[in-house]
Every structure is written in C-alpha cells, then in structure tokens.
C-alpha cells in the first residue's frame, strides 16, 4: 500500500516537474508583449548588431534590456505609422517604461554570466537561435542542465557543479 | 531534475501540491527597462561608493557595494587610515538600520497624549512651519541633544542654537567622557592621543574594552593583530587588570582581577616601585612632583585593596621596566566610578615614568591641522549636565526640546529623572529615523534620513595617527519621505530669518558643506579646480594628510588627588558591586533593532536575543542560584528580573549586565525584549567628569521562582569542537 | 552586423589554472570580536532565525565562534575558535549524501548543491566540525530587508543544508577577472567575506598551488595543527595556535 502511494505521489510529481521544466507551466498568454517587438526587423532586416541594443552583454552577467533612450535615438526620426509605433511613443511621450514580459529566465540557483560566455567566444545566436528570423520571440525552449553541460563538455568548459551553481 | 526528487519528498510528506514550485516566489515576472540610462549604472555589476560609517563615533572608512540602486554590503576603505579595510560586527549591521523595517516614512505628530504612541502623518510644509512656529513661541527656551556629530553639521547646529539662546548638548552614553577630562587634565589636549600598539612590546591595560566597543574598536583590532603576530621576531605582551574578564581580557596574556574601582592604588603601587628602584625613564626632577601621588598609600595597603598580591605588583613593575616600548591604557569598567578620571590620571603619570609619552609604541598626538574650518570636536555633556538640564526644564527656563539620535530616556538611569523633562517639555521634536524610547514621547518628528542616503562630514582628531577629514555621501536614493537634517535645519535658518539668515546663506546642506572643503581641501601643485578636488576626495571617502608633525607633551604633571571610590547602598544590603557593561554588538542599547546583531551570539557567553545576569559560580552556590534560574537585582533605586548565567571570570562581588535590551520602543526587534540594567542605577557620578558611574551602585540578588529561558548558541551544539579537542588533549 | 557574422568569432581558448583553496586562522590575532560572523551573514544571504528558532537551536552562522571556559576563579582562562566548514579532503559529508549534493570540487571545496539536496541531513550528522546547518523552514525577511540580499548567492529554501562555501561566488568572480587578464588569480585578490573584514588580520585565504601564497608559507608554520586531525579528514584549515608569554 505505502509502495503503491509513494508510486503515485511519484507519478504526481513527475508530472508536475515536466510541466515545469519545459516551461509549459507558464501560460502562453503571459508571453503577450505589451507591443509587439520584431527581432527580425531589428536584427535581421535593419541589421543591428545585438549588442547596441543588449549593450551589457560584454561586461556583465545580464545582457540587458535597452534603456527607452535607446529605443528613442532612432525612433525619433521615424514616422509612427503602424499602430506598435504609435504605442511606443505614447509610452516614451508619458514617461512610463514598457513592462517587457520576460521569456529567458533562469532558476535562483543558476549562475550564468553572458560577459565570460562572449569571452570564451560563443555568439548570441549559440543560445538564443536566430531571432534575426523570428517576428516574435518565443520564450526559450528550455535552458535545461542538460543542455548547458552537452555544450560545457563539447568545448571543454568546466564540468563542476559550482562553477554553474550558486 | 531536482525538482522532481524535491517535489517527491514533499508530496510524501503530505505537504500540498500548491507548494511544489519552489524558488518562484521572488522571480522577475517582468523585464522593465530605464527611462533613461544611468550611465554609472550596468545591471549585473556592482559600483562601490566610499562614506563612512556612523553606526559608532569612531568615524571608519567604508566602501558601499551597491546594485541597481539598492546597497548590498558594506566593507572598510581600504585606503581610510584608521581602519585599513578593516570594519566591526555593527558596521555591517548599518545596513539593516538602512532597511530596517520600522523607520519612520515621513513626517509626524502627534495624536492624543504625549508617549501614546499616536502619530497622524503630516506633509513636510505642515512639519516645517510647525517646528519654526515653536522656535517663535518659545524664543531663548530651546535645548537640543544631539549624538556628538562633528564637521558641517556640528557648525549649522552651533550657528542656529547660538542665534536662538539655546542650550546644545552633544551626548553620548559611551562617550568615555572620563577618558577625555583625564586626558586634558594631565596633558592638556582636547583630542586624544594616538595609542601606538602596533610597535608596543608590553601592553598593561586598566579595563579598556579595546577590542569591543572602546573608542575605536576596529583600529585598534588592526594594531592589536600587528601588535601580536605583525613583526617576525617580536610578540606583544598584554596583561589586562579588571573585575570581569572581557572578551577583551579573554585575548591578554595575564587577566588579573581586582576590586572594583581600587585600578588607581594599584596604577600607584607599580610607580612606587618603579621609582623606589630607580626604574623610572624620567628625569629625577620632573620625578620630583609625582613622588607625592604615588607614595600616598602604602604597597601593604594597596594589596590589601585591590586584593593582588605585592608580588604581582612588583612583576608588573618589572615588567614595564624591562620592556623595550611599554604602553599603559585605562578606561571601560577602571573609569567607571567616582574616582574614574583620577585613576586615569594615575594611568596618565605612569606612562609618563614609563618613558611612553610622545614614544613610537607610546601615546602620540599629532599636531592639530592648520586649517581654516574648526577642528575642535565638540566637547560631550557628562549625565551630570544632562541632570542640570532635568532642573532647567523643571523651573521652565527651558521647554522646546529637540533630539537628534540620542536616547535619553534609554540609556539614562531613571534615577536621573530624564522623563520629567519629557513631561514638563512645551514641545519636543524629534529628527531620530526610529521610533527609539525617547522619540516616542515627541510632539512632531521631523525623521532624518539614514547616513547612507544623505550627505554629511566628519573631522576625526581622536586616537587617530594622523587627523582625517570623512566624507558620507549618499550611496543610495532615500527610501522614504524623509529629509536629510542638515537640509531640515538650513530651511529653518532661512525661515528663521534675520542675521541667522545671513549666517546661513546656503540653499543646501551640500553647498554649506562645499563651502567648508573649499577650505579643507588643498591645492597642490599643478593647482587643480575645486570640482575636481572635491570629486577624489568623494572618491577616497574624504581627505587626510599623509603624515603629520607630532605635538610634544611637557612632562610637567599636575598633582592628583585620589581618593578610593564612594558606592550608593550599604553593603549590609546590599553587598554586591554592579557592572553594566555595553554588548558587543547592541552597544548602549542601538543596536538592537537589528536582527543581525540580536542574533550575535556574545562571544563569552553566547547568549542573543535577551538579558542575563552574570554571577560568579561560588557566588551563585552560595545564593542557591542554578544557571537559568529566574534572579532579581534590586538596588535602592530599581530592580529587574532576568535569567541568571554563571560566569568563572567574575569577581565574586560582583555582578555584571550587558546593556542594550529593555526598549520600551525601537521597533519590532527591540521592544519590549529583555530588561535595561540602567534601571538599578543611583545619581552617582566621577568626581572630575560628572560622567555617571556605572559602577557606583551597590546591588543585592535574590533566586525567583522558576526559571527563565535565555537563547544560547551553545544549545544547539552537542558537541562543540573545542570542547571535544580539549577533551583529546587541548588546543593552545 | 547581425548574429550572423558574430558566428565567425573565434572562440578564445583560455589557458586553465588549477588552484586548491585554503585558510589559516591564526589564532595569536584572533580577538572573537565576530565580525566575521556579520560580514558572513550579509555576503551569503543568512536567514534571521529569530528568538523561537533560535532557542531551538535552529540559528544558522556558517562561520561561529567557539569558546571554552577553563579553571576556576581566579585562575580562570577562555579559548576562543572559529569554526566554519573545514572543506575537509576526506570529507565525512560527501560519501553519505545519496543525490550528491555534497560533493567536492576540482579546487578542493567541499561543495553543497542546494538544487539538488533533498534534506536527509546526513551530511550533517556525520561533520564532526558541526559546519552544516539545516533550514527547517523557508527563510523570511520583513520589507524592506530583502532590498539587502546578494544577488550573487542563492536564497536557500526550507528543507535544504547550507553551509560555509569560502565565498565561492567571489572565488568566481576572482578567477573571471583574472580570466579576462590572461593570468593566473594573485594572492590577495579573492579574500571571502570574513577575511575581508576580519581587523586583526587572523583569517587569511589562497591557493596553496601557489608556493608563494600566504598560506603556503603559513601553512608550514611551527604553530599550525588542524582541528580534530586524528579523524582523518584533512581540512583545508590550517589553524596556528595562539602563544602564551
């Protein structure tokens, strides 16, 4: 009796862990962007390197979301004509920041650092995927342990538990 | 993954599913980016501001780790010449003062009866014009009592007291004010010396708690490790003679106790010897006027005291004599009676026949920069004052009173009848961030903010190798509705108006405190602009020259009369001596709105999160007192009521206290936790200083029914290593 | 430039360096003044037990001082020590963790993977130094304490053993910024947080790979032993004993 509890609150468990390591837990509907932003454009189209706009990822652990400044640099001289822009500039006009939702994220217990990642000479695109084709970014497939250590032991990165975990 | 074996185990514990996502609670849902960028600012990477630390008024150098606008750690300043990178338990806990979570949002006053406890928030304009409607209404009657700040802000709180007739007082309960009068009364310096421990071979200290909270605590830990293991062929000695055994005389070579407040025969009984055998490093002549002070008392006499042996005497005379570079301190439990600064001039004459005067590994004061801003630190108002003060505010020739980070309610006995200033005030106001004992009985709380938010400076002259110049500055945006008091009182100047206005002309605080570095601050050759001067020294966290001429010291002495201590109760009564000692980590009472510091265990003891009551094992046999009993000590003027513990380095006469518990106020962590031995002390005070005598009140001890829980650390340890490893053969 | 052509980067091979992190704790500096105590518990987000948890013996210090009363009046003497993990080279904790949680790193830490521990507490049981401390509950802060908590350390939740890791996130951050120079860590350059502030000076931190360290050269001392050493583990502790006159 106890074994067969055990194998059901194990069964629970298990699917409730997958739920959760493949994201799904989260509902699509949170990835609803408060304007809808195109990597494609910006990255592939217009060719912009994605460093001037993730502009920390070279000298910190994050990458950075672009400051509404930045945005406004080039948006300044560019007519608001789709219904996105006329937004972006409702929200630069009244001094509000757009509240991003965010799609990468890592557990608590994850180090990662982009600054050491770029050093070792990895580019965005290893990670992220070719957002330069995508016109929405879909959150991460799933930034499993796994998958960090086939990549750590392809390119004889360290292997120790704590160089990731903190 | 893990997740999966953690979740299993909760399930199988019957926990609910709702809980088996973990780690989500604090997870950024949401990527909100700046306005604009701040260019000092990269997510991800800290920026370190340097300030300085006001937890204690040692004045450290610290370096503030801060992140995305939120400050993280607090280190010492490498580059500060007092500290060295170094910094104390407390100086980490400045940050828990900073996010501490019963600080005053914003401006108060009061509803209903005064001490209540009902504030109505109040915009800053109503607060204001409030504060300098009373000014008006009770023109020449202010008096204010301030921590001892210094610099900038010493100047504003001078210039505008002075403009209205008012009464300043710069109070500090472990002030060491005994230390201070002894010291101008046998050298005639206001500031005191730099204590060279570092290059002493032999240090024979009275009492001084150097290694917890004495003056500067953390730059003598920095000497303090030189002194033992800082040069390769030499080892500092260090014996340390005090009724209880302090952590600080845990670390000395020797601890000899002593009677209470006897540390002066015995200073004399040393220098009898040293001059009856001829082993004095001064000459005969200046000998001459010191042969009567130390000759009054027979040695028979003064080991009958003081309870050590002649021969003990005469080793430690030997000693001093044959040490190369000797240095003698006296303070903390030695100035803690009515004979307190007479013991230390004894001290003081001893380290002059001792050769330490002006001596490398000896007492060093350095020349007083010449310099056009002020750099006289203000001199502390003695518990006597304060009771001078009691009378004023009685007879009403006082009755707008201001706090400004002082407690008095708190770390004053009740004997001295402080809470009848707060009863007969006209009005009080308060600039304290916390609602500490005394604040809670103002009329309107005008709530600073915290140092690590706000500008201010500070001129260090004391125990300090060369005089420095600390700048705070503020590291992080003000969580609240609070307003920095210099900014406070520079508006009050302007509303003030009249010749203060004048006197005040700045718009800020800031520019007041500009004003003075253009002055601080030199220029050098090639000459650079202000701004830039300005902008290292924020940089460095402030200015001090490299080095500094040292002042020479007459060996002239004045002549001292010692008298033996007076106690209040009669021994029949109550026969036991009182020492309440300032904690390590909670200090006079401060530091216990931190959770960080409640839950210090002390190093002796290692209780947190309370009070006890320390007896002498034989002692507490004889009374039929078990540790953990529930005990009271009563003295003629108030008793309290805590766990007893028993503590083999006491004097069997004695019972000693921590202070910092018994807040009445102070926020969630302190209230009501533990009691204040405060209470059991009588007006008694040092002759000289009229600081208070902490251990002038005599005490009986009863056992209570039952017993009364203290939190220890050494509950939890089954098998403490050092325990066990002196049980397989001990550690040295 | 888009993604694309950031493809054609070489990747940078970085020459690796091996170290084997140590401490002296020397006790002729040691005063027990406990600032290592606080600065540990603001560097590695150390819960606040409170007065309940803590007469239960539940307050977690990664790093405590120990005392020891000796004698009797007057003739009495007190022993001071500062116990924190010993990151022991035989560490008792490792080979009884079932999910190796407690392991030990190449740079001879003694580490404990919270993500990974489910809480059986052996580990704790078999460290004779006490050096682990288990979380009975999820750690909770009153706003706004948490403002203080250091992002590069993980907040440990109810159910997991913690214990001292050597500041192994500044240890990281020490090797990437030597990293980033091309070299080897220098001496001095990684100090944990209770060395950092310690003012007499009695901890210090390095690698032992490098004969010039401190602690290689401290490590030698006549005065050094190891707490309770017949047991075998090989600590990376080396404590110096305190002199007497």
Known sequence: MGVLLAF???????????????????????????????HRLHAGTLNINCQFCHRYATQSLVAGVPSMALCQTCHQSIKNTTPDLQKFQTFWNQNRPIRWVRLQRLPDHVYFTHEMHLLAGLSCTSCHGKVSRMSHTPRAPSYEMGWCLTCHQQRGASQDCWTCHK | MDLYRRTLFKLLGLTAAGTALPGCEREVHNLVPYLLPDEDIVPGVANWYASTCQECEAGCGIIVRVMEGRAKKIEGNPQH????????????????????????????????????????????????????EQLHSHARTSAMITRPVTGTLASLFTTVINSISGRLIFYESTGERTVKKANYLSFNRRELPYYDLAHSDYLLSFGTPFLEHWLSPVSFGVAYGKFRQGRPMARGRFIQVEPRLSLTAANADRWIPIRPGTEGLLVMGIGQILMREGLTRLASSQQASLQRTFTSFSLDDISAATEVSPDVITKLAHELSSANAPLIMGGGPAAAHTNGTETLMLINALNMLIGAIGRRGGLQWAEPPDSPVETVQPELSSEQMLTALVQEFEEGSRSLLH????????????????????????????????????????????????????????FQADTIAVPSWNLSQPVVRPLYDTRAIGDVWVEAAHRLGGSLGEQVPWNTFQDMMKTRWEAVLPNHHPPLSFETRWRNALQQGGWWPVDVPRQQISPDMPSITYELPEFLGNISDFPFYCYPYPSLGLSDGRGANRPWLQELPDPLTTGMWGTWIELNPTTAKALGINPGDQVRVTSEYGSIEASALL????????????????????????????????????????????????????????????????????????????????EMGGVS | MSQDNQEAHEPSKQPTWSYKWEMVVDLDRCSGCEACVVACHAENNIRISGEEEAAQGRAINWIRIERYWEGEYPNVKVKFLPVMCQHCDEAPCEPVCPVYASYHTPEGLNAQVYNRCVGVRYCGNNCPYVARQFNWFDPHWEEPLAEQLNPDVSVRSGGVMEKCTFCVQRIRRGKETAAKEGRRVRDGDITPACVQSCPTSALIFGDRNDPDSRVSHLKKSERGFHLLESLGTHPSVTYLRRLSE
């Open chain 1, 8 to 38: 059901l609150a194990g069964g629970v468990a298990m699917g409730i862990g997958a739920l959760y390591s493949t994201g799904s837990a989260d509902l699509p509907v949170q990835d609803q962007q408060p304007l809808s932003f195109s």
């Open chain 2, 647 to 726: 503590f083999p380095g006491l004097h069997p006469d004695m019972i000693a206290i921590p202070l910092g518990q018994g807040h009445r106020a102070y926020g969630r962590y302190a209230r009501g936790r533990g009691v204040n031995p405060m209470m059991l002390l009588g007006p008694k005070f040092d002759r000289q200083s009229g600081s208070l005598a902490t251990g002038g009140t005599r005490v009986r001890v009863e056992r209570l029914k039952g017993g009364s829980k203290l939190v220890m650390l050494d509950q939890s340890k089954q098998h403490p290593v050092l325990q066990r490893m002196q």
């Open chain 2, 81 to 132: 010449p007092l500290n060295e990178g170094k910094l104390c338990a407390r100086g980490h806990a400045a940050l828990q003062g900073l996010y501490n979570p019963d600080r005053i949002q914003g401006p108060l006053k009061r509803e209903g009866r005064r001490g209540e406890g009902r504030f109505r928030p109040i915009s800053w304009e109503e607060g204001l014009s409030e504060w300098v």
């Open chain 2, 403 to 458: 706090l400004y980070l002082a407690d008095p309610l708190f770390t004053l006995p009740p004997s001295l009848k402080f809470e009848r200033v707060l009863k007969q005030a006209g009005f009080i106001v308060s600039f304290s961030p916390f609602f500490d004992d005394s604040t809670s009985m103002a009329d309107l709380i005008l709530p600073d903010h915290h140092p690590l938010e706000s500008w201010k400076d500070h």
